[in-house]
């Protein structure tokens, strides 16, 4: 099973605020991130946060990062219909390249 | 610069028979990553390949394996296709094994074995 946990649905009104919540479980994670994938596309970067920090800000996109709970989260703010996509939640640890992936969150904006 | 580059964008194969799928790393990249993601989930890491050998190696049987050329393209051979390889195949180029904070994923290979 997946080690990386995400809901698998949300739904929001353009304009509106999206939430995407993802838990973890290694604590050594060093990395953790999240990935936009449109359909029939590859995955594209969003944005990343090192373990070290609680929040981390870059235009519309706020992550925040509960270490003591291992919970991730990603806020878009004033969603677009661009905004339709799967958001996959990642870790990875220190030294290691390999990138551990959620399930991915189905984000459908509705006019 | 130049991105992650795949090919080819889909492939249709019979069980049973061997597919090459190759993947261009990023310019200045040494590292390429492959991942399988199934309809419906995440990419599953399947192994990577740093400087022309193996780093690293996921859950996945040595009918997959890999190869990368002093370039550093990469390609992954799968034998004795199964109907669950039909997945997308994601190749991710990054400057070095650890750096995945500068790994960029390329479009992918859709494969489908009947």
């Known amino acids: 099973g997946e080690d990386v946990e995400q809901s698998l649905f949300l739904s929001v009104r353009e304009g509106d605020s999206s939430v995407i919540n993802c838990t973890y479980t290694d604590s050594s994670s060093t990395y953790l991130y999240w990935y936009k994938q449109e359909p029939g596309a590859g995955l594209q970067l969003l944005t990343y946060?090192?373990?070290?920090?609680d929040m981390k800000q870059d235009q519309r996109l706020t992550v925040l990062l509960n270490k003591k709970d291992k919970h991730l989260s990603l806020r878009i703010a004033d969603t677009q219909t661009g905004d339709s996509a799967i958001y996959f939640c990642a870790e990875t640890l220190r030294g290691w390249g390999k990138l551990q992936f959620g399930a991915g969150t189905q984000v459908v904006v509705t006019p | 610069e130049t991105g992650v580059t795949q090919s080819p964008t889909h492939l249709i194969k019979t069980r049973g028979q061997q597919v090459t799928l190759r993947c261009s790393s990023q310019s200045g990249h040494n590292t390429v990553s492959w991942y399988q993601q199934a309809l419906g989930q995440g990419p599953q890491f399947i192994f990577q390949y740093y400087r022309e050998e193996e780093n690293g190696r996921g859950n996945f049987p040595p009918r997959f394996s890999g190869l990368q050329f002093p370039n550093y393209s990469s390609e992954l051979n799968v034998n004795a296709l199964e109907l669950d390889d039909s997945a997308l195949y994601l190749c991710?180029?990054?400057?070095?094994?650890?750096?995945?904070?500068?790994?960029?994923f390329g479009p992918g290979t859709r494969l489908t074995v009947l």
């Open positions: 991710a180029s990054s400057s070095d094994p650890t750096s995945t904070d500068t790994q960029y």
């Open positions: 946060i090192f373990s070290n920090m």
